[in-house]
């Protein structure tokens, strides 16, 4: 009996001791908004995993603080977002809003991100505008003119005279649109048509039509991630490849979570892009490695990457204010960080809060009886156009 005691007391003793230094080290709480569900669910599986693959890695403590994640799955509606936002900042006491697989869903957040001043690391979505919305926004994506222009510049200097351009009718669909135009024309290039198509639910078939009616040289398109299978399908039923038009993108098309689904038909297809699996450095084989052991042999993509960086992004800003979350003392931080990516080296940008980083120009190929986009070219430490064009 008194043995018992003693030990119940020696017991919890330690269990003071033990919790002492939790009680003491506050928590951070990240709260990671992304669409898990719906037609989207391949960018929050992807950003989630890649989150936590971060921590994985480097450990739940930044500038002294614990670090919890909090993932929270919006379907990728946006009044979700926000009010899903809205909870875990005055409910949940989140520190620090993340995720945001599509623009719209950015967009969504803005307002409470000022309101609250809350920081906000956008780590899939990539309309130039949203780093605009709001001065808690910062970013570890990238953007759509970003990608496009490299494309456009690649396609001037490869024998491609005439392109119908091909994009999503939303935000990035019509950045894309607008930034490859702009750099192709000004390579002396001719744009035949532009084609817009709807986000949700789209059908190809009759937009790949008027495409090919045009015959242009090239069609250059943006989709989002997650819907590349089917149009590469349509793309190859429609007998575009045979009718020699050739298919340039950004990076989104051939997206490395979908690529090899995707079969002969995406073969040679040139994209512009900010990450590839197949990127040839330490830090990226790293990467690849302890992510497929992770997440039972997936292979990530890019917008793992921008899951990766949002948490090295507020590792490092939190190193930077020994800990301190507020919105002004973090987004002060923000400016500047650097860092090297399994993309590659990244940098923030002090003047726009986007990131800056090397965009490459790569080619689908069979590599191993795999389907890879095997980067060829280096548009080195570029920033977003746009905000660069608009000074
Ligand atoms: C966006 O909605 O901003 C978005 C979504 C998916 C992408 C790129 C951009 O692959």
């Known amino acids: 009996m008194l043995k018992g005691l003693l030990l119940g007391v020696a017991g919890l003793a330690m269990t003071l001791t033990n919790a002492v230094p939790v009680f003491a080290q506050e928590v951070v709480k990240v709260g990671l908004i992304l669409p898990m569900t719906g037609p989207f669910a391949s960018t929050g599986r992807q950003v989630s995993a890649g989150a936590k693959a971060f921590i994985a890695a480097k450990g739940d403590t930044a500038g002294g603080k614990k670090i919890e994640l909090i993932i929270r799955d919006d ?29 719209p869903l950015a967009m969504a957040v803005a307002p409470v991100a000022t309101q609250a001043k809350i920081p906000t690391v956008v780590m899939a979505a990539g309309t130039a505008a949203i780093t605009k919305a709001s001065p808690f926004i910062t970013r570890t994506s990238g953007t759509l003119p970003q990608y496009s222009v490299p494309v456009g510049t690649w396609a001037s ?11 999503s009718d939303y935000g990035p669909g019509v950045d894309a649109e607008k930034w490859f135009t702009k750099e192709f024309k000004a390579k002396g290039g001719e744009i035949a048509e532009a084609v817009r198509i709807p986000l949700q639910n789209p059908d190809f078939a009759p937009f790949l039509q ?14 989002p991630s997650g819907v590349g299978s089917l149009f590469m399908k349509q793309f190859a039923d429609r007998g575009l490849a045979d009718a020699g038009i050739k298919l340039i993108a950004t990076g989104d098309v051939t997206d490395d979570d979908i690529l090899n689904s995707m079969g002969k038909p995406a073969i040679g297809t040139i994209t512009g892009h900010f990450y590839a699996t197949s990127h040839d450095s330490p830090e990226n084989k790293a990467y690849v490695e302890a992510f497929e052991k992770a997440n039972n042999k997936m292979r990530p993509n ?26 002004p003392a973090f987004m002060e931080a ?8 399994p993309r590659g080296p990244v940098s923030i940008d002090p003047e726009t809060r986007d990131i800056i980083q090397n965009i490459y120009i790569r080619e689908v190929k069979e590599v191993n009886g795999q389907l890879h986009n095997v980067e060829f070219q280096t548009f080195s430490a570029l920033k977003d156009p746009e905000k660069a064009e608009a000074k």
């Not at 009010?83 to 599509?102: C, D, H, P, S, W």
């Not at 939190?318 to 301190?324: N, S, V």
């Open 75 to 103: 379907g990728g509606v946006a009044d979700q977002t926000r009010r899903i936002a809205q909870e875990l900042v005055v409910n949940e006491g989140t520190k620090v809003l993340a995720g945001f697989g599509l623009t």
């Open 302 to 327: 890019f917008m793992s990457v921008g899951g990766y960086d949002g948490m090295a992004l507020i590792y490092n800003a939190l190193e930077k204010t020994k800990g301190d979350a507020s919105g």
């Open 157 to 167: 200097q490869n024998g491609i005279k005439k392109v119908v351009t091909l994009v």
């Open 334 to 341: 923000v400016k500047g960080l650097s860092w090297t990516s």
């Open 210 to 223: 008027r495409v090919r009616d045009a015959k242009p040289d090239a069609v250059f398109v943006f989709l």
